[in-house]
């Protein structure tokens, strides 16, 4: 029982989770009903029913249509906070939330309104919670260079309320090369860059990620373990890899938690760490995530500090947050 206790009680750092991703079924029925949104499902139990995932696509169609009840800044406000709440009882300390802007957009939904929305919540987050929260703006790669660069046009006015981009979506078919022009600009603007690779995706999306988008951190990157060259440049660059574990599950890219190579990557001395994803669907908040693959792969407190050192280090949290935790 001590190896439990010490995952849920050592602070950490959540670097993978995708916002629209924490929307708890009773959230969606409680926004639909206060929205007069439609949903396809009867009630909570049968939309949970529908969470049966086999791969990436199967969890990105649901993922979607769950988003359709968000309309109102106060929307966006109520489901950071409820994820925030849940992010403080299990002891995180820092988060970096990816949001979505253009399912959004693509609805009518205003930048600002989802912006403004999120934003206030991590403020709050930071002054009641003590979790120092701050925003990832992702392009969805399925959708084309041209709207990604409308979208990064349309956030410009609030520039200073994110501080990073990041790419997700579905990932075979979409290789990181489509970006290219989008993520230079990003990186002249001076934000941080990150990008999901090597979920679904081969070891030549992480090396495109790294060598043509220029990112700072690879999202998943389990897929890295195939490519001997790739391991050796992540472990001497020390590249994170923000590795979610229940996801890896759900969407079957690994058919069951204890043939996870979490392990494998922290014993060739890459920066991985521990996050949650979309907790909403895939069963667990990140502590969940801690407990259960290490019950399941059998690592060790040794791996555990290891794992909440790297999140702290991977962070975009300024030199002045990362002395305040020496
Ligand atoms: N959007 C939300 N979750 C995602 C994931 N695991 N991979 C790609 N895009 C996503
Ligand atoms: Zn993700």
């Not at 849940?86 to 995180?92: K, L």
């Not at 791996?303 to 991977?314: I, T, V």
């Amino acid at each position: 029982q001590r190896l439990p206790e010490l995952l849920r009680q050592m602070p950490k750092a959540e670097l993978h989770i995708h916002i629209e991703g924490s929307l708890e079924p009773e959230l969606i029925f409680a926004l639909a009903q206060r929205n007069g949104v439609a949903l396809p499902y009867a009630d909570v139990e049968s939309l949970r029913r529908a969470y049966a995932f086999t791969n990436l696509q199967s969890f990105l169609d649901i993922y979607y249509a769950g988003a359709s009840v968000l309309l109102h800044e106060q929307d966006f406000y109520d489901m950071a906070w409820a994820y925030f709440e849940r992010a403080a009882a299990d002891n995180v300390v820092h988060a970096e939330l990816f949001f979505d802007p253009q399912t959004h957009t693509e609805r009518g939904v205003t930048m600002a309104t989802v912006v403004h929305g999120l934003h206030r919540a991590c403020v709050d987050a930071g002054q009641k919670l003590g979790v120092n929260a701050s925003l990832i703006l992702c392009f969805l790669r399925h959708l084309s260079e041209e709207s990604a660069f409308e979208t990064l046009e349309q956030a410009l006015p609030f520039r200073d309320k994110f501080i990073s981009v990041g790419l997700d979506s579905s990932e075979l078919g979409h290789p990181p090369e489509k970006f290219a022009r989008v993520f230079a600009r990003c990186k002249e603007l001076g934000l941080h860059l990150v990008a999901h690779a090597g979920e679904e995706g081969p070891p030549a999306y992480i090396w495109s990620a790294l060598d043509v988008l220029k990112v700072e951190r690879i999202d998943h990157g389990v897929q890295a373990v195939h490519d001997a060259a790739l391991m050796q440049r992540l472990a001497q660059d020390r590249i994170a890899l923000t590795v979610c574990p229940l996801s890896n599950q759900k969407l079957c890219v690994f058919p069951d938690l204890a043939d996870h190579n979490l392990g494998k990557l922290l014993e060739a001395g890459l920066a991985a760490t521990v996050n949650s994803d979309d907790p909403a669907y895939f069963g667990g908040y990140i502590n969940d995530n801690f407990t259960q693959v290490f019950a399941a792969t059998g690592l060790t407190a040794r791996h555990a500090y290891q794992l909440a050192f790297n999140s702290f280090e991977a962070s975009f949290a300024g030199n002045a947050d990362k002395r305040a935790w020496e």
